[in-house]
């Protein structure tokens, strides 16, 4: 499935309103080797109520914003991992939007 029409789902099924904004593409990603980071998160400037999803640059590590706290997880030896919260990352591709009131949905038994 495309990142973008994931991210774009994720953002319409869970929110009230909310505009998606995607960096870069998963498919430079694969395709043509393009690891370097096309987002510096530092430069999204209003973090109140954001939310994104990406890798980290050069593939090194995965990246969430949740409610406006960025966080950076990675293997650091063997099987251990490391989060860590800053908004000093950067992403090959990255979605992200800002949720100001979240929809609840009753998920059914069987998914």
Known sequence: MNFRILIAI?????SAKA?????????????????????????????????????????????MIIDGKAYRSRVSSGEDMVVEETFDLKAPFFGYGWVQKWNSKVLPKKV
């Open 19 to 63: 505009q998606v904004h995607v960096i870069g593409q998963m498919r430079d990603v694969m395709w043509k080797g393009e690891l370097e980071g096309k987002i510096h998160l530092d430069t999204i400037h209003n973090r109140t109520n954001l939310y994104g999803l990406g890798p980290e640059d050069y593939l090194r590590g995965e990246i």
């Open 10 to 14: 994720c953002f319409s099924v869970f």
